[in-house]
């Protein structure tokens, strides 16, 4: 093909080239050389030295085609020399094809603005270059949106990354990328602007590495195993079950039969002429209708849903009684059975978070504004150390804290947001519905759906996108792709992502560190950017030897008693 394009020699209509004084007078011009309805193919010259400067034609790097009042903007995606062969001595025409995303259009008053989609083609032969800064901006520009800045664009570390916290937060987040890619610190820098931008965030951190005390030092509240208050009587049946029987009884009455123990319990309790303690927000919650509770009310039954206060030596009690009974209603074996499970668990050291107070009535406003940080001291943030417990309670844990958030949420009326942030997030909410916890599964799934209309919001991180529940992840309206190196995750993000372009998303396995690629709501464009760079003591980081709250570096005792444990 005999085709001559550079600056100097561009021929055709002479489209008025604006030009900042700033920008290179030496700027790489192109033609249009075919068009179709989502794609262009330019077509360029380069010196037989090549040579890469700011202007050069890459991969990854968004263009402009000059219209003159308007400029349609393009992403480039694949180049080629033309005739695939490399002329030394002379200029080398090169194909850049690239991917339409829309048009930046002169306004009144000289105000222009971004709008997807394209409304004229361009004629084969306009004149394409790079873009211009400004209009890289106005690609990425919120518009009336509050933005917040969070790192910078990749292809012009001057151009601010912005993106509109309320709206990330509102329909929900999801954080993607293999390992090591910066996934955590990521985290840690959006949730450092959520709550500057949200004063009345909340945010609960399911925390499985045990890593996001360091990240927060002067905003969170780290709550290890140890530091965990979580009383048995404010897990539903099944959570509570999930820890007793850790996923298999040795009878299969046993269930039935703490589910009528527990019930039997509470009404002990209720009985006992004690006050009721629940007092303040803890109050609304209990009072709320038990149809408005997550799960399967039915199966679960009635009271022993409501987590209202009941005592342990009651529970215990009262297997004796079932046990004294003439007329057994339950087999011996199962009721003695069931007894030493929970004496077990109830004088085991890794459960004291549940049992400590297990003979005590605490009231539940001190755990939830333990948990909630109501007031927040300036913490809004509550880093929950799960890799500290017992494998088989984390399940429960999240599901409580789940169900917490949402129920909290719903009941202060708009008062108090609450973000979960769950990290491995497949664990779960694996896509596998026969894996996971059932009620940890709904808990995370109510936020999803319905939590945006209550203040609850959700954030998911995961390395394994292809294992995370589809439905959850469909829920997330903002999604930070990092590096995806597997096909199947790609895929993934394609079906999550219903404007992402292809091309767009065949630069999943090649971003960089920190580098992220950025869809949906929470963003004006589809955005690839560059987190901004945290200090030390802004990262998440494993084991930290000084923490929240003094935590001193576990000495070898700790740390023989933690391998127990
Ligand atoms: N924004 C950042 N600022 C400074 N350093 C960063 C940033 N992001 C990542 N890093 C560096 O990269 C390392 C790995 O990041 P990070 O732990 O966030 O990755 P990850 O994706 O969460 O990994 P994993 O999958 O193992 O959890 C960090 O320890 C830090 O050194
Ligand atoms: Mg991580």
Redesign the pocket.
Known sequence: MQLAVNAGTAAGEAVPERRDRSQDPERSLGRVIACDGSRATIASAVAGAGRLGPDSWTVGRMISINLGRTRIVGLVYEINAADRIWNEAADNVIHIDVELLGEVTEGEGGRSHFQSGISTYPPIGTIAHRIRAGDLALVHDLGDRKGVAIGTLSQDAAIPATICIDDMLARHFALL?T????????VS?LLRRAIVARPRLRVLILDP?NEYASAFPDRALSIDSEGLDLPFWMFRLEEFAEVVFRGRAAFEEEGDILREVVAAARERYRAGGQQNPMRELGSSLLKRPLDMSIGRRAESGGATDMPTPYRIKDVLAIIDELVGLHELRWPRAALRSLKVRIETLHDDPRYQFMFARANMMETMTPVLAQIFRIPHHGRPITVFQLGGLPSEVVDAVASVLARLAFDLAMSSQGTYEILLLCEEAHRYVPADRTLGFLPTRQAIARIAKEGRKYGAYLGVVT?RPGELDPTILSQCSTIFA?RLANDVDQQIIRAAISDASASTLKFLSSVG??EAIAFGQGVATTMRMR????APHE???MDVAVGVEGRREPGLEDMVRRMRG
């Open positions: 990328g390992t090591g890619v910066g996934k955590s610190s990521a820098l590495h390395q990092m560190n920190r987190f901004a760079e945290l990262l998440p980081a």
